[in-house]
């Protein structure tokens, strides 16, 4: 599986953002999708993640500002960042998880400008 990230950029505070990750290769069992990030100086921390199902869950500190969403073939998913402030500066890593594998897209920069 691979995965390419998009839409990452430098945004206002207060602006949003797009980013789209779109899987390729052998993306049948894809389970779920998300996205973490990771700002500088931090760990890697989860996002927002959808599975099959379209259950979904999202870190505390993006809920009700941040939407994931994802295509009918499990091999798109897509973050819609709203209301961005200066803390959601990082790279963020687009996510898929097969069977028991995981997979990373190469990462994609937002820069939240106060």
């Known amino acids: 599986v691979q995965l390419q990230a998009s839409g990452g950029g430098l945004v206002q505070a207060g602006g949003s953002l797009r980013l789209t990750c779109a899987a390729s290769?052998?993306?049948?069992?894809?389970?779920?999708m998300g996205w973490y990030r990771q700002a500088p100086g931090k760990e890697r921390e989860l996002v927002a993640i959808?599975?099959?199902?379209?259950?979904?869950n999202y870190s505390d500190s993006v809920k009700g500002r941040f939407t994931i969403s994802r295509g009918n073939a499990n091999d798109i998913v897509h973050l819609q960042m709203n209301s961005l402030k200066f803390e959601d500066t990082a790279v963020y890593y687009c996510?898929?998880?097969?069977?028991?594998?995981?997979?990373w897209g190469q990462g994609t920069l937002v820069t939240v400008s106060s």
């Open positions: 996510n898929a998880n097969r069977f028991r594998d995981v997979y």
């Open positions: 290769g052998t993306i049948f069992g894809i389970s779920a």
């Open positions: 959808i599975n099959s199902t379209d259950s979904i």
